[in-house]
């Protein structure tokens, strides 16, 4: 049976050090701040974006929310975040996604200063993760890294396999992957032999949107399997399918389902699974992540850890080690 990697876990520990850190600032005069805009009234990014302040908040830092109404023009928008830019309180800028229609998601994330894009979705920090200069990492992406770390140790050489190729999650995660000296496959909607590709993974990141897409026979014996599919489902289509595991009812508490963007539905038993047949593969993995507790709770510390980097570089002092 595989290692079950605890995301919970990992993540409330690196939140301890964060806050540390963030302790450790104060003597010199800064205190790290995060400022979040959601424009809108989404619950599920609602949800998220409170969790986020409550976690800001815990870890000594300053929170800043501003909640717009969704029909807020893209001008006002941007003129926020020139407000934000250069208020010397904020560290770290988020703009919380997806914005309605009308608004132009790229012109907004653009709009960012560099050095305050703590969801590292601003074009320069994309190009400056793929050209291996200093960057803030995306904080799902990150997540998934220190997770690995945490796991294996040192990459180098290990055949990686990521499903997935969104600007959010595949992609960055291939990078940074690459950077840890992997051997990267990038598959996705028209990847040929899918679970033959799979299967030649040490490691195999599943970031696709389709519940339990990957069967336990795709993954090779031994391999690290890291799932960040966040896919409410009803329990019965669940139980239906043969699922051992059974409904655990509500996992709306957890950093996960607010990750997701995905708001609990009305009535009904339902749970949420990842992206990965879970049962079946940790009788094959050698480690893995669940479903929720594994890859969800890390993107908040993770956006906790680049303000306080952010905050670091913006005043010119090293980043605490160990981070
Ligand atoms: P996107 O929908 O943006 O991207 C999904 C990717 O999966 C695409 O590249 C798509 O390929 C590929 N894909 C879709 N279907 C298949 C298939 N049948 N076989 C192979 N590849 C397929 O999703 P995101 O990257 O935003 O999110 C992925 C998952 O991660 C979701 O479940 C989301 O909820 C979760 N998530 C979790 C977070 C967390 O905090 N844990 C944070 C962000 C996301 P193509 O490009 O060809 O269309």
Known sequence: ???????????????????????????????????????????????????????????????????????????????????????????????????????????????????????????ENVGRLSVGAEALPPCTPAGCLLLLRHQLGDLTGRHAVVIGRSNIVGKPVAQLLLRAHCTVTIAHSRTRDLPVVCRAADILVAAVGVPQLVKGDWVRPGATVIDVGINRVAAADLDAAGDAAGASGDAGASGDAGASGDAKPAGGATRLVGDVDFAAAQQVAGAITPVPGGVGPMTIACLLRNTLLAACRIHGIEAPAGL
């Open 1 to 123: 049976m595989a290692t079950i990697i605890d995301g919970r876990a990992f993540a409330a520990d690196l939140r301890a050090r964060v806050g540390e850190a963030v302790a450790g600032l104060a003597a010199r005069g800064v205190r790290p701040g995060l400022a979040v805009a959601l424009v809108g009234d989404d619950p599920a990014s609602g949800v998220y974006v409170r969790n986020k302040g409550k976690q800001t908040r815990a870890a000594g830092m300053n929170s800043f929310e501003h909640k717009l109404p969704a029909d807020t023009g893209q001008d006002e928008l941007l003129a926020l975040v020139a407000r934000l830019n250069a208020d010397p309180q904020v560290h770290g800028i988020l703009v919380q996604l997806p914005l309605p229609a009308h608004i132009d998601e790229a012109k907004v994330i653009n709009a960012i200063r560099v050095d305050k894009d703590v969801d590292g979705f601003h074009f």
